[in-house]
């Protein structure tokens, strides 16, 4: 509910409340394809950005320089507002659009504040929105500390898997598979055979694949969990 409230808003009420003005609004709506880059971190924090339609991956570079897939985040999401009024100068982490389309709201960052700060209904929204967002942190981190390596692996294979065309192969290797989730590559073989077995994955070649059937079975625990 919050969220389809703050996309009601920030199409509507806020393009009402400043078309008064004589400048005119500077938000502008964009569409943006799959795999195009949003906003990458470590740069300033200039525009907030809204997600209205599609799915947007968030992404963390690790230390040797492979991307780290974070989160998955569907409408309404507004990306670049928790570092604006932390006061971080820099985006936090890089977004890129993970649906074959997405539809963004970019807005001036102080642009933004000032629509907050002039929209009571907007800024009880935002907080609200806030609020839910720091919810999902803490469960997403709870369950990361919690979760065991071999559910680790399973919602990596579902988290790269959303959006694209079935069967997927995926294409990274076993050996920097097990580098990435700083697995044993024997440990991380033996459950390889075991989500195969159960029928999580499959197999094609010699590399892991999921088909239709493997990523619903994927699906119907990973959103239970909210992602």
Aim: proline share 4%; aromatic share 10%; with cysteine.
């Amino acid at each position: 509910m919050i969220n389809n409230e703050i996309e009601r808003y920030l199409c509507n009420v806020l393009e009402g409340h400043f078309s008064k003005r004589s400048a005119p609004s500077p938000m502008v709506l964009m569409r943006m394809k799959k795999q195009e880059v949003l906003l990458y971190g470590g740069f300033s924090v200039r525009n907030i950005y809204l997600l209205l339609e599609g799915h947007c991956g968030v992404s963390t570079v690790n230390e040797d320089g492979s991307l780290t897939i974070a989160d998955l985040y569907q409408p309404v999401q507004i990306f670049g507002i928790s570092e604006y009024l932390a006061g971080i100068p820099e985006f936090l982490a890089n977004v890129y659009i993970s649906s074959d389309s997405a539809l963004i709201l970019s807005c001036p960052a102080d642009y933004f504040a000032s629509c907050v700060r002039n929209c009571q209904e907007l800024s009880v929204l935002l907080n609200g929105y806030l609020a839910k967002l720091l919810v999902r942190n803490m469960r997403s981190s709870e369950e990361t500390l919690y979760a065991s390596p071999k559910q680790q692996l399973m919602e990596y294979f579902f988290i790269h898997a959303i959006d694209k065309d079935l069967p997927y192969v995926y294409p990274i290797s076993r050996d920097d598979l097990a580098n990435q989730l700083r697995l044993n590559p024997r440990t991380l073989y033996r459950y390889l055979r075991q989500l195969e077995e159960e029928g999580y994955i499959g197999n094609r070649h010699g590399k892991t694949m999921v088909d239709k059937i493997n990523y619903e079975l994927l699906e119907q625990i990973f959103t239970k969990k909210g992602l």
